[in-house]
């Protein structure tokens, strides 16, 4: 496979591991609204299985109550404030709280802060046609914030005319009322799937450790009729090794990942990839990968058609109570690993990946890209690492400024960590000969 692409909005094809820079992705503003509809994944990347919709605003309206007969909504806060209704509940969601909204519940949202930030998975894809269909391509730092049109010339059409051609019912007639108080009932997953959705707090609902990952759902299969998964990936880089790190290829299923904290690095089909905050990775089914912590600590959130990499590793982890990472691994047993493998019933689809199938293809690649027939280090040595920063392509310039060719671009703080700067590859021959 060729060596993973940085790009500024999805590819548009199912078989392309990508990855999108922070604030980027296919950009849409509904018409007199206050937010940009970023496109991370859609339906053409997952053969209709979901898609990915990051949305960042300010202050603005309450969208309007309606509901979906087929399509599922979850939101994921991210900075700010948003608030979501469900039937007849209501709350103000903060960094890292959670809402599902199944089919057939009425619901609506609205951006209530500066500068807000959340994170969907839209069920079954294809549907972020939609915004499409009502929105306006834009162009921009952030999102609009003047737009003083009148929307019944400009959005009230559009409105009524995606009614009759999208999964989206108004409940024009239901009352508005203000969110209500957190009350405990936002502390725990509900294990079903029902009208009305579930609310879930920051850092609540259990979790698992494998070494050191530690794994915390947020919407399991239980909670989407078997459509999906959202897990929260926790880990530390001096954990490094102690968990599940042998590559996995899932047949059926779908990741995005979108990083939160810190560093993670990713292997895809044998081609290397570090990914900061903010960043999204898309990793297609049958492609073989596995991830690690880059940083002293690091958190990511984890999308799936199905159960996906975050229920192995809730089934191989044990119950885990503390707030962070553990300081010293968490022993577990591999063995469990092999038996989900083979255990045919779980649906689950998937195939561990050897270090010499994957020594394998990481030789294939060097030769393919050297030209040559010399044998390639082996991934178990120390060169592994050096190697595949050599085939790893270079961070250059996007559209957008993003200044990744001299080191690896924190587009949060604006910060750029040297450590991961282009590499000659001249002087990584050299090293890896002893030179």
């Not at 339906?43 to 300010?58: C, L, R, S, Y």
């Not at 968490?330 to 063995?335: C, G, H, L, R, T």
Request: contains cysteine; negative net charge; aromatic residues 12%.
């Amino acid at each position: 496979m060729a060596p993973i692409e940085y790009l500024t909005a999805p590819p548009g094809k199912s078989d392309l591991a990508y990855v999108l820079p922070c604030y980027t992705g296919e950009l849409w503003t509904i018409p007199t609204s206050n937010s940009t509809m970023r496109l991370l994944v859609t339906g053409k990347e997952t053969d209709n299985a979901f898609a990915v919709v990051g949305t960042g605003g300010t202050f603005d309206k309450p969208i309007g109550f309606h509901y979906h007969k087929e399509a599922h909504d979850v939101f994921l806060c991210l900075k700010g404030k948003i608030n979501v209704w469900a039937n007849d509940k209501a709350r103000s969601l903060g960094p890292g709280d959670f809402a599902s909204v199944p089919p057939g519940t009425i619901h609506q949202y609205q951006i209530d802060s500066a500068h807000t930030e959340f994170i969907g998975l839209i069920i079954p894809g294809g549907w972020e046609e939609f915004f499409r269909f009502i929105g306006e391509p834009y162009v921009g730092p952030l999102f609009p914030t003047n737009d003083r049109r009148n929307p019944f010339e400009v959005l009230i059409p559009k409105l009524m005319a995606a009614t009759e051609k999208f999964d989206m019912i108004p409940v024009r007639e239901k009352a508005q009322f203000d969110p209500q108080p957190w009350d405990g009932t936002e502390n725990t997953l509900p294990g079903v799937c029902e009208n009305g959705g579930y609310y879930l707090k920051e850092g609540m609902g259990e979790k698992w450790a494998v070494g050191g990952t530690v794994v915390r759902p947020l919407a399991t299969r239980k909670e989407s009729n078997g459509r999906f998964s959202i897990y929260s990936l926790e880990g530390s880089s001096l954990q490094a090794g102690k968990g599940l790190t042998k590559p996995m290829e899932f047949k059926e299923t779908h990741h995005a990942m979108y990083t939160v904290d810190g560093v993670v690095r990713l292997f895809i089909d044998g081609s290397e990839v570090r990914t900061a905050v903010g960043e999204t990775t898309f990793v297609p089914a049958g492609a073989k990968w596995s991830f690690e912590a880059e940083s002293v600590y690091a958190r990511a959130y984890v999308f799936a058609n199905g159960g996906g990499i975050g229920e192995i590793l809730q089934s191989l982890g044990s119950k885990y109570e503390f707030p962070s990472v553990p300081r010293d691994a968490v022993a577990w047993d591999e063995s469990k690993l092999k038996a989900l493998e083979k255990n045919k019933a779980s649906d689950r689809n998937f195939l561990v990946i050897s270090n010499d199938e994957m020594d394998l293809e990481q030789s294939n690649r060097y030769e393919l890209a050297s030209g040559t027939s010399t044998t390639a280090p082996s991934t178990s040595s120390s060169n592994f690492l050096l190697l595949s920063r050599m085939m790893q392509p270079s961070r250059q310039p996007q559209t957008v400024d993003y200044p990744s060719k001299f080191g690896l671009y924190d587009c949060y703080s604006g910060n750029i960590d040297p450590t991961y700067a282009e590499i000659d590859p001249k002087s990584i021959e050299d090293d890896a000969d002893g030179g």
